[in-house]
Structure formats: C-alpha cells, structure tokens
Nanobody
Framework: QVQLVESGGGLAQAGGSLRLSCAASGRTFSSYVMGWFRQAPGKEREFVAA????????YYADSVKGRFTISRDNAKNTVYLQMNSLKPEDTAVYYC??????????????????WGQGTQVTVAS
C-alpha cells in the first residue's frame, strides 16, 4: 500500500512557474507508475502526466506538453511536477496517483489505485 502527500501548490502569475512534489510512503515506491491529474471546479478529473517506475518513460496530456515536466527521485520516494509557462486554465486541484500495473499512456483516473489529497494551483492572469 502507498500513501501519497502532495505539496508545492499556491498562487502563480500567468507565465510563471511552480513545482509540485508528491511524497510517498512505503518501500516499494520504485515499483509504481506515478501520475499527476488535475480537477477544476465543475469539471472531471483529467490526466496531466505519467512516469514509468524506472523514470525513463513519460507521457503528457497535449495541453501541458512542452510546459510541464514529470520526474521522480526513487531514493527520496518523491515524484515532481515542474510547471512552467503557467496559464489561467491550469488552475485546478492537482493530485498525484500511483499504480503498479497501469500503462503510462492510460489517462483514465479510475485505473489508478492510490491518490493523494490534492494541492491547489491557482494561476492569475
């Protein structure tokens, strides 16, 4: 079982940057595919990015490709989401998720077993 805790959210100006962190408990963190999702008010939770257990493969939603970077440090049991060139439409609660068997190209949030509590990101225009 994995417990996930996100941090790093906050208020940013359009064009600015934020880095989200997701700290995981458990000794098998390096076995898990990690994903980031987001949910804006009144909208469904949507896929943002995913990273293979080894950290060598990534997959991004078209809306964030070229602006966001997902990475992990297995020694620290932490996954990151570096968000650059932020836009007001990036405003949402961001969640990190983990699953041992999901493909990184799977964008359906229901396929992930473990979730953090979320962190708010607000981008002002």
């Amino acid at each position: 079982q994995v417990q996930l805790v996100e941090s790093g959210g906050g208020l940013a100006q359009a064009g600015g940057s934020l880095r989200l962190s997701c700290a995981a408990s458990g000794r098998t963190f390096s076995s898990y595919v990690m994903g980031w999702f987001r949910q804006a008010p009144g909208k469904e939770r949507e896929f943002v990015a995913a990273l293979s257990s080894s950290g060598t493969s990534t997959y991004y939603a078209d809306s964030v490709k070229g602006r966001f970077t997902i990475s992990r440090d297995n020694a620290k049991n932490t996954v990151y989401l570096q968000m650059n060139s932020l836009k007001p439409e990036d405003t949402a609660v961001y969640y990190c998720a983990a699953d041992r068997w999901v493909s990184i190209t799977t964008t359906n949030p229901r396929t992930y077993d473990y979730w953090g509590q979320g962190t708010q990101v607000t981008v002002a225009s």
